[in-house]
Antibody, heavy 120, light 111 residues
Framework: QVQLVQSGAEVKKPGASVKVSCKAS????????MHWVRQAPGQGLEWMGI????????SYAQKFQGRVTMTRDTSTSTVYMELSSLRSEDTAVYYC?????????????WGQGTLVTVSS | QSVLTQPPSVSGAPGQRVTISCTGS?????????VNWYQQLPGTAPILLIY???NRPSGVPDRFSGSKSGTSASLAITGLQAEDEADYYC???????????FGGGTKLTVL
């Protein structure tokens, strides 16, 4: 069965960076795109970007360009999302979500989420 | 402000039918981009409810259905049950933004 297991909660100070991991299992890691989506407290879902685990190519939401980096490690079937220059507004639950084989397909499986708290 | 517009809340009594609208534009829902719907129960990660405008993943009850027309889409829930109380999000791709977009979410209350 498909599983996406994310790293644990983080507390960071403003200006710092955070790196969240998402370990995939139960399917061929390099065959499916992976997305990152975040949700601020009491707010809706916000798409951050997508990575192709096969070649490592990425596409980021305009809002996060320059601050976000998505990478993958095919040897461990893990994708990473690093967000830099953190500010209080980045406090949110960050989810990885598996896309499809094709670029425009739906987000079929979601990780459990990782709470990132930015506070001085 | 979300690119896709959903009503903030809807409600219905057990057994009733409710619909949730999702309004977009010519750069997202309008042309060739599908709409997907997600259900998020309190305190949990979202799950896929409808994909490709009107398809249900295995395990999703047929009480849930989706449709798309022009630059809008709708999620219908029939035979409302208490366990359907959740937040619902529509999602599509936007060519102007070159990225995926979500609606603001709709909170369903079962009276």
């Amino acid at each position: 069965q498909v599983q996406l297991v994310q790293s644990g909660a983080e507390v960071k100070k403003p200006g710092a960076s955070v790196k969240v991991s998402c370990k995939a299992s139960g399917y061929t890691f390099t065959s499916y795109y992976m997305h990152w989506v975040r949700q601020a407290p009491g707010q809706g879902l916000e798409w951050m970007g997508i990575i192709n685990p096969s070649g490592g190519s990425t596409s980021y939401a305009q809002k996060f360009q320059g601050r976000v980096t998505m990478t993958r490690d095919t040897s461990t079937s893990t994708v990473y999302m690093e967000l830099s220059s953190l500010r209080s507004e980045d406090t949110a639950v960050y989810y990885c979500a598996r896309g499809g084989v094709r670029f425009l397909e739906w987000l079929g499986y979601w990780g459990q989420g990782t709470l990132v708290t930015v506070s001085s | 402000q979300s690119v896709l517009t959903q009503p903030p809340s809807v409600s219905g009594a057990p057994g009733q039918r409710v619909t949730i609208s999702c309004t977009g534009s010519s750069s997202n829902i309008g042309p060739n981009y599908d709409v997907n719907w997600y259900q998020q129960l309190p305190g949990t990660a979202p799950i896929l409810l409808i994909y490709g405008n009107s398809n249900r993943p295995s395990g999703v009850p047929d009480r849930f259905s989706g449709s798309k027309s022009g630059t809008s889409a709708s999620l219908a829930i029939t035979g409302l049950q208490a366990e359907d109380e959740a937040d619902y999000y529509c999602q599509s791709y936007d060519s102007s933004l070159s990225g995926w977009v979500f609606g603001g979410g709709t909170k369903l209350t079962v009276l």
